[in-house]
C-alpha cells in the first residue's frame, strides 16, 4: 500500500507544481461553456429543452475529466524514457500495486480538474438540482476518472513512443468525447447513432452526473453505476496484464 501511496502522491505533486497546466487545462472547457452554452442557448431554450448552460455543464466537466485522466498515460512514457520506470519496476513490490498507484494518481489529478472546471460553471450560471445530490455527481466523476486513467495505463505501457501514444489517444478521445452526448441530448437518435452511443463509456458517466445534478437521465442511475463499475474493472485489469508485460 505504501508504493500505491508514494506514486498516487507524486502525480498529485507533479501536476499542482505546475500552475500553467492548472491554468491551461481551463481553456478548452470554458471555450466551450461559453462559446455553447451562451450561443446555442437561445436556439435550446427555442425548442423547449430550457437552458443549454444547464445541460452542458457536466458534459464539459465530463469532458475535463476524460482528457486530463486518460492523458495520464503519456506520464507513463515520460517515466520510461527518463529512466524512472525502471527503477520502479526493479523494486521487489508487485506490479499491479504501482500500476494502481499511478492510475489512482492520474484519476485524482484528473478529479481536481474537473472540481475547478465545475466551479467556472457555478460562475457561469449553473446550478444543481438539489445540493444533496451532489455527492452522487462527484461519485460519477470520479467513476469516469478511473475507467479513463485506466485506459491511460493501459495504453501507455502498451506503447513506447509518444507519437504512437499521441496518435492513438486523437483516435480515441475525439469520438470517445464527441458521441457521448456531452453536447446534445441521447432522446430520439436514428437507432444506428443510439447503438454507437450506448457503446461508449463516458456516456454513462455524463448521463449520471447529470441524473444526479439535474434530475434528468437517459439510461438510469442504476444502469450508469453499473456499466461504469464494469467497464472500470476490466480496463484495470486489462491495465494490470499490460503493465505487467513491461519490459524492465
Not at 97 to 122: S, Y
Not at 200 to 215: E, K
Amino acid at each position: 500500500m505504501g508504493v500505491i501511496y508514494i506514486l498516487w502522491l507524486r502525480e498529485l505533486k507533479r501536476y499542482t507544481r505546475s500552475r500553467a497546466q492548472m491554468i491551461a487545462s481551463l481553456g478548452q472547457p470554458v471555450l466551450y461553456l461559453l462559446a455553447l452554452g451562451f450561443g446555442m442557448g437561445p436556439v435550446y431554450a427555442q425548442a423547449g429543452h430550457g437552458s443549454y448552460l444547464q445541460f452542458l455543464a457536466p458534459g464539459v466537466i465530463g469532458m475535463t475529466v476524460l482528457f486530463s485522466s486518460i492523458f495520464s498515460g503519456m506520464g507513463l512514457l515520460w517515466d520510461r524514457q527518463f529512466g524512472f520506470l525502471k527503477e520502479t519496476l526493479v523494486a521487489p513490490v508487485p506490479r499491479i500495486l504501482i500500476m494502481a498507484g499511478r492510475t489512482l494518481g492520474g484519476a485524482t489529478v484528473a478529479m481536481l480538474q474537473g472540481l475547478l472546471v465545475a466551479i467556472v460553471c457555478l460562475v457561469a450560471g449553473f446550478r444543481p438540482v438539489s445540493l444533496a445530490m451532489v455527492p452522487v455527481g462527484l461519485l460519477f466523476m470520479l467513476m469516469i476518472a478511473v475507467v479513463f486513467a485506466a485506459l491511460g495505463t493501459t495504453i501507455g505501457s502498451a506503447l513506447k513512443d509518444m507519437q504512437g501514444f499521441q496518435m492513438t489517444m486523437n483516435f480515441l478521445v475525439l469520438p470517445i468525447f464527441f458521441l457521448s452526448g456531452a453536447l446534445f441530448p441521447l432522446n430520439n437518435l436514428p437507432r444506428v447513432m443510439g447503438w454507437i452511443t450506448s457503446a461508449d463509456p463516458l456516456a454513462y458517466g455524463i448521463d449520471g452526473m447529470r441524473s444526479a445534478l439535474l434530475g434528468m437521465a437517459h439510461f438510469g442511475p442504476v444502469t450508469d453505476g453499473a456499466v461504469l463499475a464494469g467497464v472500470a474493472l476490466l480496463f484495470l485489469s486489462l491495465g494490470a496484464y499490460s503493465f505487467s508485460k513491461i519490459e524492465v
